[in-house]
């Protein structure tokens, strides 16, 4: 990567149009490429934000492998998986008092997550849920409060899974009666037979854009593993287009930000965290234009519009937050295992 040289804002020496911009580079989803949650950093700092976007851990953690010490400063990253990142040495700490977790929504602070050994990492900066979402017009809503009826006969072929496996056996957990913590080796044989229904139910298994275009053009009408996250930014157009929380309850994602510790401007970069998880940037991310999802941060509500928070379902997450489930978390073999089940069930 090109490195640019960094004049102080103070030097006589060069003219203004020879100073190099200092920059930021970070590894994000695609919900922190909006501009409009990006230029009012740049523009408080005098700064350029130059941003990847992947999909998966694993897609992230190759790429930190490939890239060279101080060419990236900022990771976000699935909030299960930090303890990945840190046990690689890749994230640095981060002072714990400089972070606003006391206006977090309890249940998403999420520090065993975010730290080790007593020390933090990283912070939480956005949740949601995945669970069904669905077209009120075309299937009877009550039937979405069941998760068993979700992929009954009676939505043959009008079903799309989530390209996910961690979320979707987690769902199938719960509609099994086992807890997403409780996943064991023991418990894959009921849960494959749980999915076998499911898969044989769904017209296709796929990923963010396709599952979202399919509910969007009315190739199907359910989502498996879908949320607010896939329909929000849906609504106003097709207001009918929505999810629910089925009585089973559902899985609660997160993803966290944090500080990487190879950053040559790990001053920047926590500033940049900073920025994220104040309720103004919170506001921001909460309604990116990739996709909404609920801020950690509830000061964020300030910020948000009455039809904005009614979109998150805002006054429902108390509720929501006691009635969800963290996605699983194997260990590398019950993964290995987990996974495979998976590539089973796709290949049905």
């Not at 969007?216 to 989502?223: L, N, Q």
């Not at 089925?246 to 510790?261: D, F, K, N, T």
């Amino acid at each position: 990567m090109k490195k640019l040289t960094f004049a102080l804002l103070g030097s006589t020496c060069l003219a203004p149009a020879a100073m190099a911009q200092e920059e930021l580079n970070a590894l994000v989803w695609c919900d922190h490429t909006d501009p409009a949650l990006i230029e009012p950093f740049e523009e408080a700092h005098g700064v350029k934000v130059n941003l990847r976007e992947y999909e998966g851990t694993g897609a992230a953690l190759a790429l930190l492998e490939q890239s060279r010490p101080g060419d990236w400063d900022v990771l976000v990253i699935d909030g299960i998986d930090v303890f990945r990142a840190v046990d690689a040495g890749l994230l640095a700490e981060i002072p714990a008092d400089q972070l606003p977790t006391g206006d977090f929504f309890p249940e998403v602070v999420m520090a065993e997550n975010n730290g080790a050994d007593g020390k933090t990492y990283a912070v939480t900066e956005k949740f949601g849920y995945n669970t069904i979402s669905y077209n009120s017009d075309k299937v009877d809503p009550a039937d979405m409060e069941d998760l068993t009826k979700v992929w009954s006969e009676k939505y043959d072929g009008r079903l799309t899974i989530y390209d996910y496996y961690l979320p979707v056996m987690g769902l199938a957990a719960m509609s099994a009666g086992i807890d997403t913590a409780d996943i064991s080796a023991d418990t894959l044989e009921e849960l494959g037979t749980v999915l076998t229904d499911m898969r044989g139910r769904a017209a296709s298994v796929a990923g963010v854009v396709a599952s979202q275009t399919a509910l969007a053009t009315g190739e199907v009408d359910i989502v498996v593993g879908g949320g607010e996250w896939l329909t929000a930014v849906l609504a106003e157009e097709q207001p009918e287009l929505t999810w629910t929380i089925p009585e089973q309850g559902a899985v609660r994602w997160a993803q966290s930000i944090g500080v990487l510790a190879d950053s040559e401007k790990p001053d920047l970069a926590l500033e940049f965290v900073k920025y994220i998880v104040s309720p103004e940037g919170q506001a921001r991310l909460a309604t990116s234009s990739c996709f909404w999802g609920m801020p950690a941060n509830a000061e964020a509500g300030a910020h948000l519009s009455d039809a904005q928070k009614a979109v998150l379902r805002w006054d429902d997450q108390p509720d929501y937050l006691a009635r969800t489930q963290l996605y699983p978390a194997p260990d590398i073999d019950l993964d290995i295992e987990m996974q495979d089940l998976w590539l089973e069930t796709l290949s049905q």
